[in-house]
Nanobody
């Protein structure tokens, strides 16, 4: 069992940056692929990025590639999402998830946080 708690969201102007954190409980955190997803009102949940258990592989959605960076610190049971050059289209609830597969499909993730709101003003 893994419990996830996101933090770091907020209101930022276009062009600004935010760093999201996702703290995990459970001794098996380091064995999971960790993903970030986002969901805007009235839209489907959208893949953002994932990182393998040892940080050796990362993958990004085209919409965030070059602007967002996912990383993890297994000693702290935490995964991060550094978001730069934010634009209003990035406005959404951001959720972290843990799963056994390297996947962009949210149905492949077993555990979810409650989400943190990111709002980017024009």
């Amino acid at each position: 069992q893994v419990q996830l708690v996101e933090s770091g969201g907020g209101l930022v102007q276009a062009g600004g940056s935010l760093r999201l954190s996702c703290a995990a409980s459970g001794s098996t955190f380091s064995s999971y692929t960790m993903g970030w997803f986002r969901q805007a009102p009235g839209k489907e949940r959208e893949f953002v990025a994932f990182i393998r258990w040892n940080g050796g592989m990362t993958y990004y959605a085209d919409s965030v590639k070059g602007r967002f960076t996912i990383s993890r610190d297994n000693a702290k049971n935490t995964v991060y999402l550094q978001m730069n050059s934010l634009n209003p289209e990035d406005t959404a609830v951001y959720l972290c998830a843990a799963g056994r597969l390297w996947s962009r499909d949210y149905s492949h993730y077993d555990y979810w946080g409650q989400g943190t709101q990111v709002t980017v003003s024009a």
